[in-house]
């Protein structure tokens, strides 16, 4: 299948000798609804912008549906929508004018993008407001309008930046809704986030970013799966040719005398033990595994934490 | 794109501009209006009638091209570089830079949104010194087609101090320092033959003295300098400032980092 977004080595260093991002790769199936999770500062808008057109890139290469951006941008522009992080509109502009602008940017005749306006500034609840200046709706509107003027050209991948900073919990519900709603009619989205819960209900497949990197992409199953499990090191009296039979348990060898068990949180150790015995494997010593994602999953939950 | 779709996202440019400055009117086509009524009264008309002639005119007919080119020059480069600079400030720039629309067209689509608030500026100074002096143009092919250029060359004028600018200070800068003292020695007021002949020379590096005098010929039929000369030198212009300016939009000069 097509891929809706292809990121390879991707690498950006700021003006300032900031290395935001250190290599990334990133694959986003066409329909995917896909989270970008990362605390503050791990490079997720700088990627979202060089996909865009709003960054320049250091190294790397960015496909969209095929569409390379070195090579083929308009394409490429022309099969996605960015909602940013920071409101970036006019101010002093109506909301309508600045959907229909934006159509017409992407050369959609007024007549065409005025029905197209008035379609999505209806589904977003903001045809009333369609005459006020911007600067006069709440934040959650502006979010809203972003959202409208991203879809005007009907794109095929729509790129939210944390959609949902600031909104408060109603109408981050009911944002969710209308996000599910059009990837069900086949749209595919990836929105970035910095809250574990939202990339939870809304998506299929996720990747974390930190500091510049990516340090787990998955279905959104095994990343739970993977949050569930505790890995500990067992350092072993003698060396082992083979992996011992431990049960339908997730194990290891990283040397001979070193084996690695995954274990579901609340499994509890005994059996590990009674089995290895057993087997008259001694243990002689176990540590736990500091796992990165492991910590960067607690640093999320305490963000999480501070936040509600 | 297709010329369809690039001519779709250049009018929509242009109108946003357009609607831009006559949304803010009072700040926009309001002050010219009134200085340039003041200029009329006061130079044209009070102190105009001590002065007797200019040129073999009298003094408020010498005036009255010179105070509408600086209209012009002054409102197109001032459209120009506030517009594209509060879209720099705001951000809503990276609206055009998601979309695919070329820089040429960008930059075409800013230029003349300076260049309609230039005319419209331009067409109300000339309808107000209607009450102060008779116009016949002596050449209307001319009288335009500079008014129209001059209009280009200080739209890219203010899109370069845009794209530098940090601050709105930096917008203020080239204005006060630059344009105004030029358009002051352009002979907007005064014809150069009255200056020693040093200072005549010194004035021919002026470019604003070419445009003035090229309009002044266009209403009036007389100029103290060559007109092909003076052409010529604005189509120079327009392609070294154009050029510029599409090398900086291309590498993303102040607006992409
Ligand atoms: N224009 C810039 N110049 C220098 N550093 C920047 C710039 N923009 C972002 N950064 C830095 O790059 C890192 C990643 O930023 P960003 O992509 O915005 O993170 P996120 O969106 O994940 O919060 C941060 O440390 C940020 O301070
Ligand atoms: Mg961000």
């Given at each position: 299948m097509e891929l809706a977004l292809q990121i390879r080595g991707l690498e950006k260093t700021y003006g300032n000798g900031f290395k935001a991002l250190k290599g990334i790769d990133l694959d986003v199936k066409q329909g995917d609804f896909f989270a970008l999770l990362g605390p503050?500062?791990?490079?997720?808008?700088?990627?979202l912008g060089i996909v865009t057109s709003l960054v320049n890139?250091?190294?790397g290469s960015v496909s969209v549906f095929g569409h390379n951006i070195d090579t083929d941008l308009t394409n490429a522009k022309l099969c996605m929508g960015i909602v940013p992080q920071e409101f970036n509109f006019n101010f002093f502009e109506k909301v309508e004018d600045i959907v229909v602008t934006q159509a017409g940017y992407y050369g959609i005749p007024s007549s065409i993008a005025k029905e197209r306006a008035e379609h999505y500034l209806k589904s977003l609840g903001l045809?009333?407001?369609r005459d006020n200046r911007a600067r006069q709706l709440s934040g959650?509107?502006?979010?809203?309008?972003?959202?409208?003027?991203?879809?005007?050209?009907?794109?095929?991948?729509l790129i939210l930046d944390e959609p949902t900073a600031g909104v408060d919990i109603e109408l981050r519900r009911?944002?969710?809704?209308?996000?599910?709603?059009?990837?069900?009619?086949g749209t595919t989205i990836i929105l970035t986030t910095h809250y574990l819960e939202e990339a939870e209900s809304l998506c299929r497949n996720i990747a974390i970013i930190d500091q510049g990197e990516i340090i787990q992409n998955s279905s959104m199953k095994s990343l739970l799966a993977k949050l569930n499990n505790e890995t500990f090191i067992l350092d072993l009296d003698q060396d082992l040719k083979s992996l011992p039979d431990l049960d339908d348990l997730e194990a290891r060898l990283v040397d001979e005398h070193t084996l690695e068990v995954d274990l579901p949180k609340g499994h509890g150790l005994n059996s590990v033990f009674t089995q290895l015995t057993a087997q008259k494997i001694a243990v002689l010593s176990m540590r736990n595994k500091a796992n990165r994602l492991e910590e960067l999953f607690v640093e999320l939950v305490e963000n999480k934490g501070a936040k509600l | 794109m297709n010329g369809n779709l690039l001519w779709v996202a250049f009018s929509t440019i242009v109108v946003k501009e357009v609607r831009r400055f006559t949304r803010i009117w009072v700040q926009t086509l309001i002050p010219p209006a009134i200085t340039m009524t003041l200029y009329f009264i006061i130079f044209g008309n009070l102190v105009?009638?001590?002065?007797g002639e200019m040129d073999g005119f009298d003094y408020m007919q010498f005036i009255v091209p010179g105070l509408i080119m600086m209209s012009v020059i002054t409102n197109s480069y001032g459209n120009v570089v506030s517009s594209f600079f509060g879209t720099k400030f705001q951000r809503n720039i990276e609206e055009l830079l998601v979309a695919p629309v070329p820089n040429w067209v960008i930059l075409a689509g800013y230029v003349i949104g300076g260049v309609a608030r230039g005319l419209a500026v331009g067409f109300i100074v000339t309808l107000l010194s209607l009450f102060f002096t008779d116009l016949t143009l002596a050449h209307p092919f001319v009288t335009l087609s500079i008014l129209f250029l001059t209009a280009v060359v200080f739209s890219l004028g203010g899109f370069i101090n845009a794209i530098y600018a940090n601050s709105f200070d930096?917008?203020?800068?080239?204005?006060?320092?630059?344009?105004t003292p030029l358009t002051y020695l352009g002979g907007v007021f005064y014809s150069i033959s009255l200056l020693p002949e040093f200072w005549q020379g010194v004035s021919q590096l002026n470019p604003i003295l070419y445009m003035v005098n090229t309009f002044r010929y266009g209403i009036l039929g007389v100029s103290d300098i060559n007109v092909a000369f003076a052409f010529g030198m604005i189509m120079l212009f327009i392609a070294v400032l154009g050029g510029?300016?599409?090398h900086l939009l291309n590498t993303g000069k102040g607006i992409r980092s």
């Open positions: 503050n500062g791990a490079g997720k808008s700088t990627t890139k250091t190294n045809w009333d407001k959650g509107m502006k979010r809203r309008l972003m959202i409208a003027r991203a879809l005007v050209h009907n794109p095929k991948l009911s944002m969710w809704e209308f996000l599910t709603k059009i990837n069900e009619e | 105009g009638s001590r002065i930096d917008i203020a800068v080239v204005p006060t320092f630059i344009l510029f300016s599409l």
